[in-house]
T-cell receptor, first 109, second 115 residues
Framework: QQQVKQSPQSLIVQKGGISIINCAYENTAFDYFPWYQQFPGKGPALLIAIRPDVSEKKEGRFTISFNKSAKQFSLHIMDSQPGDSATYFCAANDYKLSFGAGTTVTVRA | NAGVMQNPRHLVRRRGQEARLRCSPMKGHSHVYWYRQLPEEGLKFMVYLQKENIIDESGMPKERFSAEFPKEGPSILRIQQVVRGDSAAYFC?????????????FGDGTRLSIL
């Protein structure tokens, strides 16, 4: 069964807008929550990650919000750019990664 | 500073043949993971290896699939007697040693096509 649930499946945002992707998990043994960005024909690239003792982490235009009690975390992409058009995967790690199903983000110029 | 290197990038096999996929981890990384990505799906864990040891192979099919990470050389994922359902992208990731979960970095994968 899917250990990490990710939504939405796809989203379209205008250039300069905010993209928001949500994930939820059940297994409390997970202790590391990375987000990966994948372009067609390439491998997943580590974008940003958070550990459960932190509620928010920001790196440039990318922010992770983490709610330990709700077992939910989300990725916000601020000032979205056409180059951000890609598939984004959330994941949860207890030494091996359990991935969400992915969100295809399209940024319209 | 090379990242995770996988080869070949594309591999075509006929049903019944063997497929060998190679992965060289990042420098300093001693942990290797293999994941499979079926079309329009997310990535699924297959196996976790350290040098000369299989730590967790719970995601690997019981038959026809095997993996190794020898003392010298790359990690190898081997699929014997391939079938059409084995067509997928196979990704290798590596991580450094350390306490607790460590960031995993991925290669660009091997796209396996079965004729």
């Amino acid at each position: 069964q899917q250990q990490v649930k990710q939504s939405p499946q796809s989203l379209i945002v205008q250039k300069g807008g905010i993209s928001i992707i949500n994930c939820a998990y059940e297994n409390t043994a997970f202790d590391y929550f990375p987000w990966y960005q994948q372009f067609p024909g390439k491998g997943p690239a580590l974008l940003i990650a958070i550990r459960p003792d932190v509620s928010e982490k920001k790196e440039g235009r990318f922010t992770i919000s983490f709610n330990k009690s709700a077992k939910q975390f989300s990725l916000h992409i601020m000032d979205s750019q056409p180059g951000d058009s890609a598939t984004y995967f959330c994941a949860a790690n207890d030494y091996k990664l359990s991935f969400g199903a992915g969100t295809t983000v399209t940024v319209r110029a | 500073n090379a990242g995770v290197m996988q080869n070949p990038r594309h591999l075509v096999r006929r049903r019944g043949q063997e497929a060998r996929l190679r992965c060289s981890p990042m420098k300093g990384h001693s942990h290797v993971y293999w994941y499979r990505q079926l079309p329009e799906e997310g990535l699924k864990f297959m196996v976790y290896l350290q040098k000369e040891n299989i730590i967790d192979e719970s995601g690997m099919p019981k038959e026809r699939f095997s993996a190794e990470f020898p003392k010298e050389g790359p990690s190898i994922l081997r699929i014997q007697q391939v079938v059409r359902g084995d067509s997928a992208a196979y990704f290798c990731a590596s991580s450094p040693p350390g306490t607790g979960a460590q960031p995993q970095h991925f290669g660009d994968g091997t796209r396996l096509s079965i004729l």
